[in-house]
């Protein structure tokens, strides 16, 4: 994984994340490895973000295409890890392969190598630009935590907080100035919306071995019980995000 | 369709070391273009998908000309469009919508016009900032031109 940039640097280059792309492009083509396909659109994700962070447009739309060329791949290798043996799995496996038959032709397509020459071709983003940026969001993704019923709240909003989260996270990667507490709020999310798509996947039948017995009730409750914790521990990580401005 | 052939801006010489694809735009091409597409907004030019070529020249008079892409539109890099045209251009081009924007290089661009509206020889001549509105079906002679914009009537419809 890319180690977060120098401070000192007052050009960010999109190099280090290009690289990791390009390096899971032939492990997400041969499959065998699902880190290669989430590598893959970790990258692309982490790209976007360099560009949004200087309010660049084109390319986006393509890392945005690459990135969902890999979705249905990504989402079968997280149920196949979920799923028991037997004929679910089966079913799952067959579903793999043509999606996988999908991944392939994104990765043959020539907007794939353009993507790939044009990239590294970009300037590298002016540090003070990604700076103003990233404190916006961070301002943001502070006012919007505040109006957020953590309890109540549809799971979409909290979903869509967390892709906001995640944004400021490798935006503060970029700058080489990751916080702890967008970290911390990052992992709660994520568990809070694991609970929620292992609920989901018990109330559509699946067996699945990782739920480890548990009934959807008890899932749920685990999942009431992770948004009242979020909601316990915003207000310190609203003020530690306060504290670490940058 | 309604396509619209843009040369990409102004852009910085040739230098030792840095390929042809890498050149950038000058300070005074960016300036121009701004300028450019600000004319073009004012007489209305909008487009539902912008398509590019890799080249930074190419990708950086895009970005420029992406404010005019509709919220819902989509730009896309086509490595189509760092050469001659050909089929697959076509097709790429086809599958995107019915006011396209392209931005790419001469000769190539010229050459894709002059096939669209069926001439033998170079039919428009692409300025730097130039874009030529086309109007009519996706093939061999089925479109017209509806105008030719070089860029210093593009200035000049921006400063009203």
Same mark, same amino acid.
Request: with cysteine; glycine share 8%; aromatic share 4%.
């Given at each position: 994984?890319?180690?977060?940039?120098?401070?000192? /640097?007052?050009?960010?280059?999109?190099?280090?994340?290009?690289?990791?792309?390009?390096?899971?492009?032939?492990? @997400?083509?041969?499959?065998? *490895?699902?880190?290669?396909? &989430?590598?893959?659109?970790?990258? %692309? !994700?982490?790209?976007?973000?360099?560009?949004?962070?200087?309010?660049?447009?084109?390319?986006?739309?393509?890392?945005?295409?690459?990135?969902?060329?890999?979705?249905?791949?990504?989402?079968?290798?997280?149920?196949?890890?979920?799923?028991?043996?037997?004929?679910?799995?089966?079913?799952?496996?067959?579903?793999?392969?043509? %999606?996988?038959? *999908?991944?392939?032709?994104?990765?043959?397509?020539?907007?794939?190598?353009?993507?790939?020459?044009?990239?590294?071709?970009?300037?590298?983003?002016?540090?003070?630009?990604?700076?103003?940026?990233?404190?916006?969001?961070?301002?943001?993704?502070?006012?919007?935590?505040?109006?957020?019923?953590?309890?109540? %709240?549809?799971? #979409?909003?909290?979903?869509? +907080?967390?892709?906001?989260?995640?944004?400021?996270?490798?935006?503060?990667?970029?700058?080489?100035?990751?916080?702890? @507490?967008?970290?911390?709020?990052?992992?709660? /999310?994520?568990?809070?919306?694991?609970?929620?798509?292992?609920? *989901?996947?018990?109330?559509?039948?699946? $067996?699945?071995?990782?739920?480890?017995?548990?009934?959807?009730?008890?899932?749920?409750?685990?999942?009431?019980?992770?948004?009242?914790?979020?909601?316990?521990?915003?207000?310190? /990580?609203?003020?530690?995000?306060?504290?670490?401005?940058? | 369709? *309604?396509?619209?052939?843009?040369?990409?801006?102004?852009?910085?010489?040739?230098? #030792?070391?840095?390929?042809?694809?890498?050149?950038?735009?000058?300070?005074?091409?960016? %300036?121009?273009?701004?300028?450019?597409?600000?004319?073009?907004?004012?007489?209305?030019?909008? +487009?539902?998908?912008?398509? &590019?070529?890799?080249?930074?020249?190419?990708?950086?008079?895009?970005?420029? /000309?992406?404010?005019?892409? !509709?919220?819902?539109?989509?730009?896309?890099?086509?490595?189509?469009?760092?050469?001659?045209?050909?089929?697959?251009?076509?097709?790429?081009?086809?599958?995107?919508?019915?006011?396209?924007?392209?931005?790419?290089?001469?000769?190539?661009?010229?050459?894709?016009?002059?096939?669209?509206?069926?001439?033998?020889?170079?039919?428009?001549? +692409?300025?730097?900032?130039?874009?030529?509105?086309?109007?009519?079906?996706? #093939?061999?002679?089925?479109?017209?031109?509806?105008?030719?914009?070089?860029?210093?009537?593009?200035?000049?419809?921006? $400063?009203?």
């Amino acid at each position: 994984m890319p180690k977060p940039r120098s401070k000192r /640097l007052e050009r960010i280059p999109v190099g280090p994340w290009l690289d990791h792309l390009e390096r899971h492009l032939p492990v @997400a083509r041969l499959g065998g *490895d699902p880190e290669g396909v &989430h590598q893959l659109r970790v990258a %692309a !994700q982490r790209l976007r973000t360099w560009l949004k962070l200087q309010g660049l447009r084109v390319l986006d739309d393509d890392l945005r295409w690459l990135r969902n060329g890999a979705g249905d791949v990504r989402d079968l290798d997280v149920s196949m890890s979920l799923v028991e043996p037997g004929p679910y799995l089966d079913e799952l496996r067959r579903r793999w392969r043509i %999606a996988h038959g *999908d991944l392939l032709r994104v990765l043959d397509a020539p907007r794939l190598r353009a993507l790939l020459e044009a990239l590294p071709r970009l300037p590298a983003a002016r540090r003070e630009r990604v700076l103003r940026a990233t404190r916006r969001w961070l301002r943001k993704t502070r006012r919007v935590g505040n109006r957020l019923d953590w309890e109540r %709240a549809p799971e #979409e909003e909290l979903h869509a +907080f967390r892709r906001r989260v995640r944004r400021l996270r490798y935006a503060l990667d970029w700058l080489g100035e990751p916080r702890k @507490a967008v970290k911390v709020l990052s992992e709660e /999310l994520g568990d809070v919306n694991d609970l929620a798509v292992l609920r *989901d996947r018990l109330l559509r039948g699946e $067996h699945l071995a990782a739920a480890d017995g548990l009934t959807v009730e008890e899932v749920t409750e685990r999942l009431a019980r992770s948004r009242a914790d979020a909601a316990k521990n915003w207000p310190s /990580l609203a003020r530690a995000l306060h504290k670490e401005s940058l | 369709m *309604d396509l619209f052939v843009v040369r990409h801006a102004i852009a910085v010489p040739a230098q #030792e070391g840095t390929g042809d694809e890498s050149r950038p735009l000058s300070e005074e091409g960016r %300036a121009r273009f701004a300028r450019c597409v600000r004319g073009m907004r004012r007489l209305g030019l909008r +487009f539902d998908r912008l398509l &590019h070529s890799p080249y930074l020249r190419a990708v950086e008079s895009a970005e420029a /000309l992406s404010t005019l892409v !509709q919220p819902d539109g989509v730009t896309a890099v086509s490595a189509h469009l760092a050469g001659p045209p050909t089929a697959s251009l076509l097709a790429e081009i086809a599958e995107r919508g019915e006011r396209l924007a392209v931005v790419g290089h001469e000769p190539w661009l010229g050459e894709l016009t002059a096939h669209l509206m069926g001439s033998t020889g170079p039919s428009v001549e +692409f300025k730097k900032g130039a874009v030529a509105h086309l109007r009519g079906e996706l #093939e061999k002679g089925g479109m017209d031109l509806v105008a030719l914009l070089p860029p210093r009537v593009l200035v000049r419809v921006a $400063h009203g």
